[in-house]
Nanobody, 116 residues
Framework: QVQLQESGPGLVKPSQTLSLTCTVS??????????WNWIRQPPGKGLEWIGY???????SYSPSLKSRTSISRDTSKNQFTLQLTSVTPADTAVYFC????????WGQGTQVTVAS
């Protein structure tokens, strides 16, 4: 069964870049027809889709975040990474990585707080 683990700093200063890595175990990010996603949940709010990187390396982003978002991958490490630039306190949320395929799985999430 595929496992996903988010990692990265829990505190980011305003105007800096948020960078999180998802490490995938017991699965491959290059497996055909699988999509590797980031979502987030701000406190007291619903889930917001950020974007994905597909098995092919193609990316897709939420229109509201596209200008600040970049998702990349390192196939040798079986990892994919979220970078969100110019962060503000509104970007404070629990961030999840997940796989969309024949079934959907998510990591446990990691809290990121944007503050000085």
């Amino acid at each position: 069964q595929v496992q996903l683990q988010e990692s990265g700093p829990g505190l980011v200063k305003p105007s800096q870049t948020l960078s999180l890595t998802c490490t995938v175990s017991f699965g491959s990010i290059t497996t055909n027809n699988q999509y590797w996603n980031w979502i987030r949940q701000p406190p007291g709010k619903g889930l917001e889709w950020i974007g994905y990187i597909a098995y092919s390396g193609a990316t897709s982003y939420s229109p509201s975040l596209k200008s600040r978002t970049s998702i990349s991958r390192d196939t040798s490490k079986n990892q994919f990474t979220l970078q969100l630039t110019s962060v503000t306190p509104a970007d404070t949320a629990v961030y999840f990585c997940g796989r969309w395929a024949d079934s959907i799985y998510w990591g446990q999430g990691t809290q990121v707080t944007v503050a000085s």
